[in-house]
């Protein structure tokens, strides 16, 4: 009997609890409308989250998760009458999307399993990096990319090897760091001349070297910060060459919906008291604060319509060095002569030039 | 940007603390309903016992039994509980944790809201089914108390069920939730005893339309009269009828119907939303961050993979993400954002100028006035031809 005594008591608390809950959350409906435009897209989804998996390192789950996505296809949402006209057109994307998954992730697909390989490489060299401040790894594989890498200008074989030169200076003194750059810094002879003769002149210095002008080349990798930074660097860069993003996509884009969220939940609230729409489908009618961080393009609004440019109505520098949208031009010329809004000069549309971001 | 505000970042987040409610007041529900059970029975016993001695004894037996077996099922009811509350207290720190934080550009932010993405993929994955791939995420990711595989899980067995034709337990759980779908006017009892019947009518033996018949006086009879008559009348009609409704009560199509009729029944019951809160979150973000460049024929010169300046790759250009944007409303602005100082190749590739030299003393030298293409790096124009651009 003391148990339902005890039972009794937990449930007041619980009670209050429950009661806080309720209230918390109390006139504030969910933002689940009724037009989910993802609901069709359940192969695409799919996609997403194998690819997320596979490059968060959760190699185990993604295949528990790729057999069973195979095994048990996802089937597209019950469909109303409404829909039917879309249907056709709707089947069609559906089966690209298909086509897509099975392409990608299907038991003999190539894709999974060489992106299964290249994460399963990256977090193999990114552990000795991170865990083990182990640098050979990375600068092997930077090596043998160090093509490509070097077309897309990046700096990432040089930073990597002067932190080992640096730690080998740091750990075995001056000689073994010499015997390195000697070995090493060779063939950064052209592109970064400068900067390693500064690493290896600083060692000249090494009785005073707090007071002399080389003081800065050679601090700075004992904090594992450096190795952090170095990793990040890795991440980007191996990405980079698979042409993925260096973060997650899912979780960008997660985290901004979510950020997005409740500037949306005030829009469609809005929109279903004033009973209004919004006439341009392919853009959101307000804007959205997101930080600094989640802007990745460039983005041209012209000054005349304050329309974003589009494939079909592209940005256009006239000779003056001002730019507008190409729609905005025409409107302005009616094909002859026209004075650019911005300054006094006067140009023909013909000599305007399309620009790209 | 705003000032930050916890509040707002937890519009997905209700179902986070409603549904160990839900289950925690169910469970109490299954406790009472146990001690009262008993209690009438014990009373009972009681005036049993106050019989000859050997029918005492017998009596008395029965009663400690009876006890043992209570205190058997409030045990399993406590270990219930005790989890229950275990969750609600993980999902309650979880969400105070927001509170210490400024802004959504704290790198505690960033923490959480990868907690976050990975609540709603297994919240995603249990709704798609997969049962197995959720409990593997929620393991290795440690969430397992932040999300509520155990109901999902059941829930899916029992939809499952009904897909292929098996009711039992379905009715066991609708037996387990009497109140409350009674408070929700839920007619998914109904719909299934109407199947049930309708599965014994579809023999034409004569003895299951006996049956049948007395299923439809016990369970049908009692409400729902409009459904009931054509329940009746449906004994008139032969499996494979052309006729309307009686077509429609034959097909098979009912048991999909009724699967996700009680799918709706359980997750309104539980306060969990129809669809998986993933698709909101990921269509609000992928339009936030789509522009029209991420599906543009022509290469970015802002944000693209051949370049390691600049910015990061743009997860709407991923490809990950790329397909699915496509059928979502880009991101409203109203002023340009471009690089400082921006100039233009003569191609028509704008870059800020910074970046564009900064790029060239990464490559080879090349010879005095000329500049790359950061693009395509084998492009090569004369420093001259690099003009000032102004956006305004």
């Keep these: ?357 | 940007m705003g000032t930050f505000n916890p509040d707002t970042q937890l519009i997905l987040d209700q179902p986070l603390l409603k549904v160990p409610n839900e289950l925690s007041r169910k469970n109490f529900k299954t406790t009472q309903r146990n001690v009262e059970h008993t209690r009438d029975n014990i009373l009972n016993g009681i005036k049993n016992a106050a019989a000859p001695f050997e029918d005492s004894v017998s009596a008395l037996d029965t009663m400690i039994a009876k006890m043992e077996g209570l205190k058997r099922k409030l045990s399993e009811c406590h270990a219930e509980e005790v989890a229950l509350q275990k969750a609600s207290r993980a999902r309650i720190e979880h969400i105070n944790s927001l509170h210490s934080m400024q802004a959504v550009t704290d790198v505690k932010y960033d923490e959480w809201s990868k907690v976050r993405l990975n609540r709603l993929l297994v919240d995603y994955l249990l709704r798609s089914g997969y049962g197995d791939s959720a409990q593997a995420l929620a393991k290795a990711e440690n969430i397992e108390d932040l999300v509520d595989i155990k109901a999902f899980m059941q829930c899916e067995k029992i939809r499952t069920n009904l897909e292929q034709a098996k009711p039992q337990e379905a009715l066991a759980w609708c037996q387990d939730n009497k109140q409350a779908l009674k408070k929700m006017n839920s007619d998914l009892e109904f719909e299934l005893r109407l199947q049930q019947y309708i599965e014994m009518i579809r023999t034409r033996q004569p003895s299951k339309l006996l049956d049948a018949a007395m299923h439809a006086r016990k369970y049908l009879a009692t409400s729902n009269s409009e459904s009931a008559t054509r329940a009746a009348a449906l004994l008139a009609f032969p499996p494979g009828t052309p006729i309307e409704p009686y077509r429609a009560l034959y097909s098979h199509e009912r048991w999909n119907h009724l699967s996700s009729l009680f799918l709706r029944t359980h997750h309104d019951l539980l306060s969990l939303p129809a669809r998986p809160a993933l698709h909101v979150a990921l269509s609000a973000g992928l339009s936030a961050l789509k522009t029209p460049s991420c599906h543009s024929s022509h290469l970015s010169s802002s944000s693209n993979a051949n370049t390691s300046s600049g910015t990061s790759v743009c997860p709407i250009c991923s490809t990950e993400l790329n397909e699915l944007a496509r059928s979502v409303p880009y991101a409203n602005h109203t002023k340009s954002i471009v690089e400082n100082d921006p100039v233009v190749l003569p191609n028509g590739r704008i870059y800020g100028r910074t970046r564009l030299m900064e790029f060239q003393s990464k490559m080879p030298a090349l010879p005095e006035g000329r500049v790359r293409d950061p693009s395509e790096p084998d492009v090569i124009f004369d420093i001259y031809q690099v003009k000032k651009v102004y956006i305004s």
Aim: contains cysteine.
């Design chain 1, 1 to 357: 009997m003391d148990e339902i005594l005890k039972a009794h008591e937990r449930l007041e608390k619980k009670d209050n609890l429950a009661k806080s809950v309720e209230e918390k959350f109390k006139d504030k409906p969910l933002p689940f409308e009724s037009n989910d435009a993802l609901a069709s897209h359940p192969s695409l989804i799919n996609r997403a989250i194998a690819m997320h998996l596979l490059r968060e390192g959760h190699f185990d789950v993604a295949a528990t998760f790729i057999k069973e996505a195979n095994n048990n296809p996802p089937t597209s949402p019950e469909r109303t009458m409404k829909d039917a006209p879309d249907m056709a057109q709707d089947s069609q994307v559906q089966s690209n999307a298909r086509k897509a998954w099975e392409m990608d992730f299907s038991p003999s697909a190539d894709m999974s399993m060489a992106l299964h390989s290249q994460f399963q490489e990256m977090y193999s060299i990114l552990n000795e990096l991170r865990v083990h401040h182990n640098l050979d790894p990375a600068i092997e594989w930077a090596r043998q990319h160090s093509q490509v890498l070097d077309a897309r200008g990046s700096n990432l074989e040089y930073d990597l090897c002067r932190l080992q030169y640096l730690t080998l200076f740091r750990t075995h003194g001056p000689l073994a760091a010499v015997t390195y750059a000697r070995n090493t810094f060779g063939k950064f002879h052209r592109r970064y001349e400068g900067q390693t003769l500064r690493l290896s002149g600083a060692l000249a210095f090494i009785p005073n070297l707090g007071t002399s002008p080389y003081a800065a080349d050679l601090s700075g990798p004992a904090e594992t910060n450096t190795y952090s930074i170095a990793s990040a660097a890795f991440t980007a860069e191996f990405c980079a060459l698979l042409q993925l993003s260096s973060a997650s996509p899912l979780l960008t884009a997660v985290t901004a919906g979510c950020i997005a969220l409740p500037t949306l939940l005030k829009l469609s609230h809005i929109q279903q008291t004033r009973r209004t729409s919004w006439t341009t489908e392919s853009e959101l009618p307000v804007e959205i604060p997101l930080p600094t961080g989640y802007s990745f393009h460039s983005i041209f609004v012209c000054p005349v319509s304050k329309e974003q440019s589009t494939d079909s109505n592209p940005p256009m520098m006239l000779p003056c060095g001002h730019v507008v949208a190409r729609d905005s031009m025409n409107q302005l010329s009616r094909g002859t002569r026209f004075k650019c809004p911005y300054c006094p000069i006067e140009s023909h549309p013909k000599d305007a030039k399309k620009i790209y971001f």
